[in-house]
C-alpha cells in the first residue's frame, strides 16, 4: 500500500512517499528558513507563498524518486492543523486536487499525532538513498510520547493506534519557541534550538541557575517564565555587549533549565502511570542535552527511551503518510470539503 503524504503547517514544505505505513520511499523537505531569518521567526504570507511555489515540482521529485507512478498511489494523506492557516491550506488544497483527480482516498492527518508517529517508521529501508546509522526502535503500547516543538509541548500517554489521553501541556510559549525567543535576545539568529544546542556546549550549565518553573504542579509546563529569567537576569548584568563566554553560559544554563523541566516531568508521568518506555517527537527532540539527560535519567528507573532519527524529529511528510496509513486501515476518509484547523488537538 502507497501514500503519498503532504505537510505545509509551517514553514518546511514536505512530500513523502511511504509504503505499507513504516516504510519511506522517498521524504523530501524544502526549507524555507533562509527567506525568515531575516525576521528572527516565520512570517506566515512567505511561509504560504513559498509552498505555493515549491509544492508540486516537490511532490514530482518525492514520487520519482519513490519510483511510484501516480496511478500505484493509494490514498493521499495531508495535515490539516494544527498550524498556519494559509500553509496548511496550500498543501490541504494540493492534497484534494491529487486525491480527486486520481480517484483515491484523501486522509486529513494531525501535525501532532504525526510527529509522535515519526517513532513507528523505520530509519534502515534497503536499496534507499535514505542511508543513516539509527536503528529503528518501534515503541510498544502504552507508551508516554513527549511532544516537543516550536508549537507544541505535551506530554501524552499513547494507548493504542489512535488513543491517546493528553497528561500535560504547556500554559503558555511551547518550548521550541523559549529556544527561539531566547537566542533571538542572545543575539544568536534564528532558529534558535540548534544555535543554542551548539553554543551550549563551550558553556557552562551551571553558571545561573534559572528556575525550574512549576515543579510541583502535575505534568503541565511553562516556559514564558525562564525566558522573562533569562532577560531580567541579563539587565541586571548592565553590559553594553556580553561577552562570547557570557552568552555560551547564559544559552548552556538556559538550555539545562528547560531540558531538566521536560525530562524530570516526563519521567514522573511515566512513574505514575507504571509505563515502562518513553518515546520523543518534536523538533526540539533533536536537542543533545534533552536526547541524553532523558537516557540517562530513564534508564536509571528502568524506563526504555525511544528516539526517532534527528531528520524524522523535525517537520517532514513521512510521518503524516504513516499516520495516514493507521487511518485509512481503520476504515478513516476525509470528505473533500475538509478545512484547515488551525489549533486542531488530538
Ligand atoms: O517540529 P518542528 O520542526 O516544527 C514545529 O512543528 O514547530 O520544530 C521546530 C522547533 C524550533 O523551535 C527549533 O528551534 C527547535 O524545534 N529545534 C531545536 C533543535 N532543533 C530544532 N530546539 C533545541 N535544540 C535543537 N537541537
Ligand atoms: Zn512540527
Redesign the pocket.
Known amino acids: 500500500m502507497k501514500i503519498l503524504a503532504i505537510e505545509t ?4 514544505s514536505s512530500a513523502a512517499v511511504v509504503k505499507n505505513g513504516t516504510e519511506i520511499l522517498s521524504n523530501l523537505v524544502a526549507s524555507q528558513i533562509e527567506f525568515h531569518k531575516k525576521y528572527g521567526g516565520v512570517v506566515p504570507e512567505i511561509s504560504s507563498r513559498k509552498h505555493v511555489e515549491v509544492l508540486h515540482p516537490l511532490v514530482n521529485e518525492a514520487m520519482e524518486e519513490a519510483k511510484v507512478r501516480f496511478k500505484d498511489l493509494d490514498a493521499i494523506a495531508v495535515t490539516y492543523g494544527p ?1 498556519l492557516v494559509g500553509s496548511l491550506l496550500v498543501g490541504l488544497c494540493a492534497a484534494k486536487g491529487y486525491a480527486y483527480s486520481l480517484g483515491i482516498p484523501l486522509i486529513g492527518v494531525n ?2 499525532e504525526g ?1 509522535i508517529y515519526a517513532n513507528f517508521l523505520k530509519s534502515q529501508i534497503p536499496n534507499s538513498k535514505l542511508k543513516t546509522n539509527h536503528k529503528s526502535q518501534i515503541p510498544n503500547f502504552p507508551f508516554i510520547c513527549l511532544v ?5 509541548t505535551i506530554i501524552v500517554l499513547v494507548k493504542g493506534h489512535g488513543e491517546y489521553e493528553t497528561l500535560g501541556r504547556t500554559r503558555d510559549d ?4 523559549a ?2 525567543k531566547v ?1 533571538r535576545f542572545l543575539g544568536l539568529g ?9 553554543v551550549a556546549k563551550e558553556g557552562d550549565p551551571h553558571a545561573v541557575e534559572f528556575p525550574r518553573a512549576m515543579m510541583d504542579e502535575g505534568y503541565d509546563f511553562s516556559f514564558s517564565g525562564l525566558k522573562t529569567a533569562v532577560v531580567y537576569h541579563v539587565k541586571r548584568m548592565k553590559k553594553e555587549k556580553l561577552s562570547d563566554i557570557e552568552v555560551k553560559d547564559l544559552a548552556a544554563s538556559f ?1 539545562k533549565a528547560a531540558v531538566d523541566t521536560l525530562v524530570d516531568k516526563t519521567i514522573k508521568a511515566a512513574m505514575d502511570k507504571n509505563i515502562k518506555t518513553i518515546a520523543l517527537a ?9 536526547r541524553s539527560e532523558l537516557k540517562k535519567k530513564a534508564e536509571a528507573q528502568n524506563i526504555e527511551v525511544i528516539i526517532p532519527p ?1 531528520n524524522l ?3 517532514n511528510a513521512a510521518m503524516i503518510g504513516c499516520v495516514g496509513y493507521y487511518r485509512f486501515k481503520r476504515g478513516e476518509r476525509t470528505t473533500l470539503d475538509i478545512v484547515p484547523v488551525s489549533t486542531l488537538k488530538i
Open positions: 503547517s509551517c514553514d518546511e498550524g501535525h501532532v510527529h516537543v516543538s516550536g508549537g507544541h511551547a518550548a521550541g519557541e529556544f527561539d537566542a534564528f532558529p534558535g534550538g540548534p544555535i543554542i544546542d551548539k538550555q518534536g523538533g526540539v527532540s533533536a536537542n543533545s542535552l534533552l534527528i524529529c523535525t517537520d
